[in-house]
């Protein structure tokens, strides 16, 4: 049974860093990626990355901020937040593809985790 489990969400002040995991289980996974959604908005893809890590995938508003990295030997993604803004606030998702390819649509991702909040306070 496939699993992504994420962790490390909560409330932070502006300014503050957070960082964001998630452990997959049952299979391994090419291509990995973190996406958002805030209240109303559709869900969009924050970062992504491939198995090798040689490529990675930013959306434009978390560039020099947030840092995706992954741990292929714990099957592990993260997320590290630095200079979180009030509009980085939304619920966060961690999601897994089976074949590779720096992609940031939601349907090219076949597995999702549960989503962790996170709330950057002004």
């Known amino acids: 049974q496939v699993q992504l489990v994420e962790s490390g969400g909560g409330l932070v002040q502006a300014g503050g860093s957070l960082r964001l995991s998630c452990a997959a289980s049952g299979r391994t996974f090419s291509t990995m990626g973190w996406f958002r959604q805030a209240p109303g908005k559709e869900r969009e893809c924050v970062a992504a990355?491939?198995?090798?890590?040689?490529?990675?995938y930013y959306t434009d508003s978390v560039k020099g901020r947030f840092t995706i990295s992954r741990d292929n030997a714990k099957n592990t993604v993260y997320l590290q937040m630095n200079s979180l803004k009030p509009e980085d606030t939304a619920v966060y998702y961690c999601a897994a593809r089976r074949y590779g390819g720096v992609v940031v649509t939601t349907t090219a991702y076949d597995y999702w985790g549960q989503g962790t909040q996170v709330t950057v306070s002004s």
């Open positions: 990355i491939i198995w090798s890590g040689a490529r990675t």
